[in-house]
């Protein structure tokens, strides 16, 4: 079974500010790993996913995510935040074998960012 | 366009009543899942279906119940057994290929 930690239910951060969201993961077999963002009232967006190659990855929107093994860590980053980036983030891991394809989340991540 | 619709948006109910929520992808996926959403909990499993006509409970399955008789619906009905069910519901659905999960909007349950 995995589970996945995320450190921080609140991040407050200023405007123009870099931010890192923490993420570890707990899993016997190999994984992907996913960064969804749910703003007020709405579903879950995915933001980026690292399913193999390269351990960085990037989203659209200026985030990005570096997938660490040997630490099992997942953490999201964003050199200068924006207001429109207050939302809640949340981790999800899933494994690469095994037949029921579901998703693991962490508990989410609150970012606000204030002006 | 293509995607996956959750009605009503909100919903609002009597203590004792059993209430269905409607989930509808037109995606053409073969899985779907419902999760239930608490303030500083993450989103917790339902129930799940890879399949027409099969489903699997998830990790909190107790006072809910589904069905899956079409690929494009898969409806949860919270019944009067689930002791607490004022919550966020989502609904999501999966391609089959890397555990990507895609989520509809959410419904809004308080019960009264």
């Known amino acids: 079974a995995q589970s996945v930690t995320q450190l921080d239910s609140q991040a407050p951060v200023f405007e123009e500010a870099p931010v890192e969201l923490r993420c570890n993961y707990s899993?016997?077999?190999?994984?992907?790993l996913f960064w969804y963002v749910q703003y007020p009232n709405q579903g879950l967006q995915l933001l980026l996913k690292?399913?193999?190659?390269?351990?960085l990855v990037e989203s659209i929107n200026g985030f990005e995510a570096e997938f660490n093994k040997s630490q099992t860590s997942f953490h999201l980053r964003k050199p200068s935040v924006h207001i429109s980036d207050t939302a809640e983030y949340f981790c999800?891991?899933?494994?690469?074998?095994?037949?029921?394809?579901?998703?693991?989340f962490g508990s989410g991540t609150q970012l606000t960012v204030l002006p | 366009d293509g995607g996956i619709t959750q009605s009503p948006k909100y919903l609002f109910r009597k203590e004792g009543q059993n209430v269905t929520l409607s989930c509808e992808q037109n995606?053409?996926?073969?899985?779907m899942y419902w999760y239930r959403q608490d303030p500083g909990q993450g989103l917790r499993l339902i129930y799940y279906?890879?399949?027409?006509?099969?489903?699997q409970k998830g990790d909190i399955a107790e006072g809910y119940s589904v069905s899956r008789e079409k690929k494009e619906s898969f409806p949860l009905t919270v019944t009067s057994a689930q002791k607490n069910p004022t919550a966020f519901y989502l609904c999501?659905?999966?391609?089959?290929?890397?555990?990507?999960?895609?989520f509809g909007p959410g419904t809004r349950l308080t019960v009264l």
């Open positions: 999800a891991v899933s494994e690469t074998s095994g037949s029921a394809r579901q998703l693991t």
């Open positions: 899993s016997s077999v190999s994984v992907y």
């Open positions: 690292y399913l193999s190659g390269s351990t």
């Open positions: 995606l053409n996926h073969d899985a």
């Open positions: 279906s890879q399949i027409v006509n099969d489903f």
């Open positions: 999501a659905s999966n391609p089959g290929a890397y555990n990507e999960q895609f």
